[in-house]
């Protein structure tokens, strides 16, 4: 039973640029939820995708989109990258909004 | 504004020894807790807590919640060097899941 898989594992942009980071929840889970997690800091929650809709959303700004696929992947967009969103980001799956969430490896974003 | 609070911020101990890890929080709407252990990337689930006052146990680890003093701790007892890694808690409103800034346990032989 394949756990939580996110791509690409590392990435590297430049300021202004666009980027794309894709989650594949846990089998049997339907929820996806999305975190920044800077540097010796908690993930902070951007927003969470259940039936392929953005159903809850933190402090972020609408640089930070997503999209859920019919089969429960999700895919994280940010634009106009700034130095500041250099970070780890996290993919967590659940069943429902408020159950246990299993997080994924993870994609780190580095913006120069 | 919903916040959550760790304490110590890092913690160093002897294999053997028996750590207690703190987590308080100021939430409008709780519906739960849960600890994660982190170690390179990944958070890994620990437990999920709902109701007051009701240990939950996973071999060496334990945990209880007080949602009246709005405060959970987690037990580590006869650590090892594996149990080296940050301890996160987070807790669920019903709209967003906040962690803390977690606390880093560093177990020496």
């Known amino acids: 039973d394949a756990g939580v898989t996110q791509s690409p594992t590392h990435l590297i942009k430049t300021r202004g640029q666009q980027v794309t980071l894709r989650c594949s929840p846990k089998?049997?889970?339907?929820?996806v939820s999305w975190y920044q997690q800077a540097l010796g800091q908690g993930p902070q929650f951007i927003f969470q995708y259940y039936e392929e809709e953005e159903r809850q959303r933190g402090n972020f700004p609408d640089r930070f989109s997503g999209h859920q696929f019919p089969n429960y992947s999700s895919e994280l967009n940010v634009n106009a990258l700034l130095l500041g969103d250099s970070a780890l980001y996290l993919c967590?799956?659940?069943f429902g909004s408020g159950g246990e969430q299993y997080f994924g490896p993870g994609t780190r974003l580095t913006v120069t | 504004e919903d916040k959550v609070v760790q304490s110590p911020l890092s913690l160093v101990v002897h294999e053997g020894d028996t750590v207690t890890l703190n987590c308080s929080y100021e939430v409008t709407n709780f519906r739960s807790l849960l600890w994660y252990k982190q170690e390179k990337k990944a958070p890994t689930f620990l437990f999920m807590l709902t109701s007051s006052g009701i240990e939950k146990k996973s071999g060496r680890l334990s945990s209880i919640l007080d949602k009246k003093e709005l405060f959970s701790i987690l037990n580590i007892t006869a650590t090892q060097t594996g149990d080296s890694a940050v301890y996160l808690c987070a807790f669920y409103t019903g709209n967003q899941f906040y962690f803390g800034t977690g606390t880093s346990l560093t177990v020496i032989p």
């Open positions: 089998s049997g889970h339907d929820t």
């Open positions: 967590a799956s659940s």
